[in-house]
């Protein structure tokens, strides 16, 4: 399998998934600007919405969306637990945290990547993630994982989109459940790898 990714981007939820799955896998970096990859492709020929993460299976097929492909690479090594059992109502949990956290939170997120952003404009959209923050930390005072007792894929994805709060002056530390939550998740062995890996990657141009 090859992962297309972007340091500092949702790629990274994936990429910790291939980890902790101990999958053997790929680590092409995408020039976000020129979309050309490392492996010298045009990557709108991999993924035509041209961004990451994608997934390129070995027989060619490119998955899209972190979401799917979470979920998908979970499904290959059922034993770890990374998702629960598709039919099971647990996985409906699992899946309703996945689309808060796309649709709330790195959705919510995205406009503020942006620096010609009105301040004013950018207030607005930080106050709204505040609320939806106010919501996993009520959870997380709860339980260590959004999930309960284990790691889920879930967990993969907030930790990467909670990585860009600070960026966006938005300080966890007002949620000591979130401090604890990224302090813990970041002590994971996949998580290290991951972030070494996409750190020492070279850039494309």
């Not at 301040?119 to 260590?144: C, G, I, S």
């Not at 966006?168 to 991951?194: C, D, G, H, N």
Request: glycine share 4%; net charge neutral; proline share 6%.
């Amino acid at each position: 399998m090859k992962l297309y990714f972007a340091p500092d981007t949702c790629s990274l939820s994936p990429h910790i998934v291939l980890r902790e799955l101990g999958l053997p896998f790929e680590l092409i970096r995408v020039n976000n600007r020129t979309k050309r990859s490392a492996d010298g492709q045009d990557f709108y020929q991999v993924n035509p919405k041209g961004y990451v993460a994608a997934l390129m299976l070995d027989d060619g097929r490119v998955i899209t969306e972190g979401t799917a492909i979470v979920q998908y690479l979970a499904d290959l090594r059922p034993d770890t637990s990374l998702a629960p059992p598709p039919t099971s109502f647990e996985r409906v949990r699992l899946q309703e945290w996945l689309n808060f956290i796309t649709s709330e939170i790195h959705s919510g997120s995205s406009p503020l990547f942006n620096a010609a952003l009105p301040e004013e404009v950018k207030t607005l959209f930080r106050d709204k993630l505040r609320r939806r923050l106010d919501v996993v930390a009520q959870t997380l005072e709860k339980q260590p994982f959004l999930l309960g007792e284990h790691f889920s894929v879930a967990d993969a994805y907030l930790f990467t989109v909670l990585r860009w709060m600070a960026p966006f002056s938005i300080e966890l530390k007002y949620w000591p459940s979130l401090t604890r939550y990224m302090a813990l998740i970041a002590q994971r062995e996949s998580v290290q790898a991951a972030l070494a890996a996409e750190a020492a990657s070279q850039e494309v141009t």
